[in-house]
């Protein structure tokens, strides 16, 4: 499996993509040797097993797990599955599922890419949205943010950004869940890239230009409130 990563990862997706099919531009100089091979089949062996139907659906004749091979390659490539705890966490996620059907490269990618941040100790879209609400309910306990009980550094970081974000631009439900996946994607990068996040600190206030006057008021209420300024 090690050596099917390095294939990967020593790809670029233009190149993979001519091996999945896509011959509209020249070759570069990656080709799959047979051990890469070897290691791909290893990996669908693993899928047959653990999806039974997948022998009468995807994988129905050679031709067909061929391509879906090479197509899994490519996806792999382009999202930056590079790394042997990557794929572990995808195969835990798929021994798991209660279903006899194979997933798609990006479901299977996705649980990939959750499992590494869970490995980081960062939490899931779901629960990072939760601790955003949670720190809502329960901020105006606490002379500053710096003073909550935060699980972790990066918790720090990651929730009051999505809280600025979120009374700034006055976000949905929808619109605040998309920018935790966004986050939690910049900090895993920075955590598997070994930097040490900081521990909480008092952070200058982000100035906006509120579309609404309730909203202006909001603002300056909150910042009175964090840096102990007195009323006018």
């Known amino acids: 499996m090690t050596r099917l990563l390095q294939?990967?990862?020593?790809?670029?997706?233009?190149?993979?993509?001519?091996i999945a099919g896509n011959t509209s531009d020249k070759p570069k100089q990656c080709v799959l040797n047979v051990n890469t091979e070897r290691l791909v089949d290893a990996l669908f062996r693993q899928f047959k097993q653990v999806f039974p139907a997948a022998g009468a659906t995807n994988l129905r004749t050679l031709a067909e797990e061929s391509a879906a091979k090479k197509q899994w390659v490519v996806a792999f490539a382009e999202n930056g599955i590079t790394t042997r705890e990557q794929?572990?966490?995808g195969m835990r996620w798929a021994?798991?599922?209660?279903?006899?059907?194979?997933?798609?490269?990006?479901?299977?990618?996705?649980q990939c890419k959750a499992g590494a941040r869970y490995a980081v100790g960062l939490p899931d879209a779901d629960e990072l949205y939760r601790r955003v609400m949670k720190y809502c309910g329960e901020r105006g306990f606490y002379k500053c943010p710096e003073n909550y009980p935060w699980e972790?550094?990066?918790?720090?970081?990651?929730?009051?950004?999505?809280?600025?974000?979120?009374?700034?631009?006055n976000l949905t439900e929808l619109e605040l869940?998309?920018?935790?996946?966004?986050q939690l994607k910049t900090m895993a990068k920075r955590v598997t890239s070994g930097e040490d996040i900081p521990e909480p600190?008092?952070?200058?206030?982000?100035?906006?230009?509120p579309s609404k006057p309730d909203i202006a008021k909001a603002h300056i209420a909150d910042i009175r409130v964090r840096f102990g300024f007195r009323k006018a």
Do not use: H
Not at 96 to 103: C, I, L, R, S
Not at 153 to 167: E, G, P, R, V
Not at 201 to 209: F, G, M
């Open 201 to 209: 600190r008092k952070q200058l206030p982000q100035l906006y230009i």
């Open 95 to 110: 021994r798991a599922k209660d279903t006899p059907f194979m997933p798609s490269p990006g479901q299977f990618i996705e």
């Open 152 to 169: 972790t550094n990066a918790d720090y970081w990651m929730i009051t950004a999505l809280y600025s974000q979120m009374k700034a631009g």
């Open 7 to 18: 294939a990967v990862a020593n790809c670029d997706s233009g190149t993979l993509s001519q």
């Open 177 to 182: 869940l998309q920018r935790c996946k966004k």
């Open 87 to 89: 794929l572990a966490a």
